[in-house]
C-alpha cells in the first residue's frame, strides 16, 4: 500500500493537529474533522459536529468515496469541563460525555462497517492519564476518558478478527489551547473553601508546562502506524510510571494520594 488514508478528529488544533500533521509527514493522505470551516478548496477537511451522528456518517462515507479507503483513524477531538460534582449542571456534564466519549463513538460506528469490508484499519482512541487517575473537580472528564479505555479494551476484542486494532493513547499534561479552551465553575467555591479554584489553577499550571503538543502527535502518529499495538499507552515515562503506581498501590491509598494532590 503505497499512501494511507488517515482520518484525524480534531485534526486543526492541539494534538490532533499535531498528529495530522505527523502522520503526514510519514508519507499519509491525511483528512481531518473539526467544527472549523474548510478552507476554500481543502477537500481533505470536512467541517463535521461530531456528536451529529447523521453528519458525521455523511463525513465518512463523502471521504471513503474520494479516497477510496480508509486505514487509520485517530480521535483526537474532545473538550473538558470542571467543578464540583453537586454544582455542575446536568446538562454540561451531557455534553462533556457527548463530545469526548460518544463522539468518538459516532466515528467508529461510520467507520468499522469500511474498515470490516477492505479487511484491516487501525483504531487510536485518545484517552487521558485523568482515566486511571480520576482527578476531583474535573470528574466527568476523567469519567469521559475512563469511559474511553474500556470502549477501547471491549471493541479491540470484538473487531480483532476483521484485521481491525483499536488501542487508546493517554496523554498527561500537554501544553496546547485545551487548556484555555476548558468550560471552568467555581459555582461553590465559598462551600468548598476554594478548593475548586485552587485545583484547577494547579492543573493549569502543569499542562503550560506539560509535554510539547508536537511531541504527543510525533507519539500517536507512531502507534497509528505501529503494526502491532497494546490496548493502552501512557506518553513519557513519568505518566507510564504513574500508571502502574496507580494499579499497584491499594485504592483508597492511591486515591488519597491524587486527593491530597488536586482536592486539599
Given amino acids: 500500500m503505497s499512501r494511507p488514508v488517515a482520518l484525524v478528529t480534531g485534526g486543526t488544533s492541539g494534538i490532533g493537529l499535531e498528529t495530522a500533521r505527523a502522520l503526514r509527514s510519514a508519507g499519509c493522505r491525511v483528512y481531518t474533522f473539526s467544527r472549523r470551516a474548510a478552507e476554500e478548496g481543502d477537500e481533505t477537511h ?3 459536529d461530531i456528536t451529529d451522528e447523521a453528519a458525521v456518517q455523511a463525513a465518512v462515507t463523502a471521504l471513503y468515496e474520494q479516497a477510496g479507503r480508509l486505514d ?8 473538558g469541563i470542571s467543578g464540583a460534582v453537586e454544582f455542575t449542571e446536568l446538562s454540561e456534564a451531557k455534553r462533556q460525555l457527548d463530545v469526548n466519549f460518544f463522539g468518538m463513538v459516532n466515528v467508529n460506528k461510520a467507520v468499522i462497517p469500511l474498515m470490516r469490508e ?10 487521558s492519564v485523568a482515566a486511571p487517575v480520576a482527578i476531583p473537580f474535573q470528574t466527568y472528564y476523567s469519567a469521559s476518558k475512563a469511559a474511553i479505555n474500556a470502549y477501547t479494551l471491549a471493541l479491540a476484542n470484538e473487531v480483532r478478527p476483521f484485521g481491525i486494532t483499536v488501542c487508546a493513547v493517554q496523554p498527561g499534561d500537554i501544553a ?13 467555591d465559598d462551600v468548598y473553601e476554594g478548593r475548586i479554584s485552587r485545583s484547577v489553577s494547579r492543573m493549569e499550571k502543569d499542562e503550560r508546562g506539560g509535554m510539547k503538543a508536537e511531541t504527543a502527535g510525533r507519539f500517536v502518529a507512531k502507534k497509528a502506524l505501529k503494526k502491532n499495538v497494546k490496548p493502552l499507552y501512557a506518553i513519557g515515562f513519568s505518566y507510564k510510571a504513574v500508571c502502574v503506581l496507580v494499579k499497584l498501590l491499594p485504592c483508597r491509598l492511591a486515591n488519597r494520594i491524587v486527593g491530597k494532590l488536586y482536592a486539599g
Avoid at 487509520?72 to 473538550?79: D, E
Avoid at 477492505?118 to 484517552?127: A, L
Wanted: with cysteine.
Fill in 176 to 188: 496546547t489551547g485545551f487548556t484555555d479552551a476548558r468550560a471552568k465553575s467555581v459555582v461553590g
Fill in 72 to 79: 487509520i483513524v485517530v480521535n483526537c477531538a474532545g473538550f
Fill in 118 to 127: 477492505q479487511g484491516g484499519g487501525r483504531i487510536v482512541n485518545i484517552s
Fill in 46 to 48: 470536512f467541517s463535521v
